[in-house]
């Protein structure tokens, strides 16, 4: 992943969670995530994105994917610590679809309660370099943006 600071590096968990790791991949592959905006973004907690709208309502459902069923995993085998990407979405089961976020910081109260589907291996300080939103909503105005994401194994060494 390429933001205005710099490259991130993401170690994708498909043994946590094979079908959203599965769909974060085609949609990088076919550039889907290329110039998405980080629209909530909440400092000490997350940035999110996948949502090329960029009201956090829009997705990959737009483009024909379908919402994804809920693959959570114990807190005994995967927490949300600083650098866990996991799947967004709403209050309702297996809602999951394109957008995703990456902790800031340890969040327990979202373990077992969302899809963990990586972590940041390299790059965190530029994670934490993206433009925050407000307090409360952490709606982000002219917020940054994720330049272009790739799967490491499509591309030539």
């Not at 079908?19 to 905006?37: M, S, W």
């Not at 907690?45 to 459902?61: E, I, N, S």
Request: with cysteine; net charge positive; glycine share 12%.
């Amino acid at each position: 992943m390429d933001l205005k600071d710099g490259r991130v590096v993401i170690e994708m968990r498909p043994d946590l969670a094979p079908r959203h790791v599965e769909r974060i991949k085609t949609l990088a592959r076919q550039g889907f995530y290329d110039n998405t905006p980080f629209h909530r973004v909440l400092d000490g907690f997350m940035a999110q994105g996948g949502d090329p709208t960029g009201t956090g309502t829009g997705g990959a459902r737009d483009k024909g994917f379908a919402d994804l069923p809920d693959e959570f995993t114990p807190a005994t085998r995967a927490r949300f610590l600083r650098g866990t990407c996991g799947m967004a979405k709403t209050q309702a089961p297996n809602t999951a679809n394109s957008q995703f976020f990456i902790c800031f910081a340890p969040a327990p109260f979202l373990d077992g309660n969302y899809t963990i589907w990586g972590r940041v291996v390299s790059g965190m300080e530029n994670v934490d370099k993206i433009k925050k939103g407000v307090s409360g909503s952490g709606v982000v105005q002219n917020p940054d943006r994720l330049i272009r994401m790739r799967v490491a194994a499509d591309v030539p060494a």
